[in-house]
T-cell receptor
Framework: NAGVTQTPKFRVLKTGQSMTLLCAQDMNHEYMYWYRQDPGMGLRLIHYSVGEGTTAKGEVPDGYNVSRLKKQNFLLGLESAAPSQTSVYFC???????????????FGNGTRLTVT | AQKITQTQPGMFVQEKEAVTLDCTYDTSDPSYGLFWYKQPSSGEMIFLIYQGSYDQQNATEGRYSLNFQKARKSANLVISASQLGDSAMYFCAMREGRAGGTSYGKLTFGQGTILTVHP
């Protein structure tokens, strides 16, 4: 039972390069999220999706784009990477509707991104 | 204003002793949920315990319990009989709003507390 799988685990980019982080979940969850983790700041929400074909902005969306073409996948894109985007990125998923209220989010193992 | 505040950047505890990790929150919504996650040095996020705003009793899960004081807006995590494997970062998080509402399950996290358990 894989849960939430993120690829890649590590990546180094040069300023201005682009990349896509992949997230896949096998729990049939409606809701999916991208967070970034920075020292002293906890996890902050970048974008989220409440279903296939839908996306919405979170707390820190600038510089990122997302797509959810299939229910099980949620992609995070960086079009022109900046050193400020050096961070650990977490994908998470959770059930939708009434179950979303008291259900925990399930997290992937994170992607460590360094932008030089 | 910070919605979730964890004021202890680091905590130390002796093995087999109990430790309390503090969490205060700020919301005007009467419906909310509070979650605690553990992040060991390997990096994964592990769900520990949940407390709903309407729950009458404090949540417990094995050695974890939540000291929920609604009027003070605090939801402190208590770990009893600490073990070396409890050394990790601990995050408090909040979800606001009712099921089916516009919160869409989003969690807001605190800054985290690093717990070190000494043998």
């Amino acid at each position: 039972n894989a849960g939430v799988t993120q690829t890649p685990k590590f990546r180094v980019l040069k300023t201005g390069q682009s990349m896509t982080l992949l997230c896949a979940q096998d729990m049939n969850h409606e809701y999916m999220y991208w967070y970034r983790q920075d020292p002293g700041m906890g996890l902050r929400l970048i974008h989220y999706s409440v279903g296939e074909g839908t996306t919405a902005k979170g707390e820190v969306p600038d510089g990122y784009n997302v797509s959810r073409l299939k229910k099980q996948n949620f992609l995070l894109g960086l079009e022109s990477a900046a050193p400020s985007q050096t961070s650990v990125y977490f994908c998470a998923s959770g059930p939708g509707g009434s179950r979303s209220y008291n259900s925990p989010l399930h997290f992937g193992n994170g992607t460590r991104l360094t932008v030089t | 204003a910070q919605k979730i505040t964890q004021t202890q950047p680091g905590m130390f505890v002796q093995e087999k002793e109990a430790v309390t990790l503090d969490c205060t929150y700020d919301t005007s919504d009467p419906s909310y949920g509070l979650f605690w996650y553990k992040q060991p040095s390997s990096g994964e996020m592990i769900f520990l315990i949940y407390q709903g705003s309407y729950d009458q009793q404090n949540a417990t899960e094995g050695r974890y319990s939540l000291n929920f004081q609604k009027a003070r807006k605090s939801a402190n995590l208590v770990i009893s009989a600490s073990q070396l494997g409890d050394s990790a970062m601990y995050f408090c998080a909040m979800r606001e709003g009712r099921a089916g509402g516009t919160s869409y399950g989003k969690l807001t996290f605190g800054q985290g507390t690093i717990l070190t358990v000494h043998p």
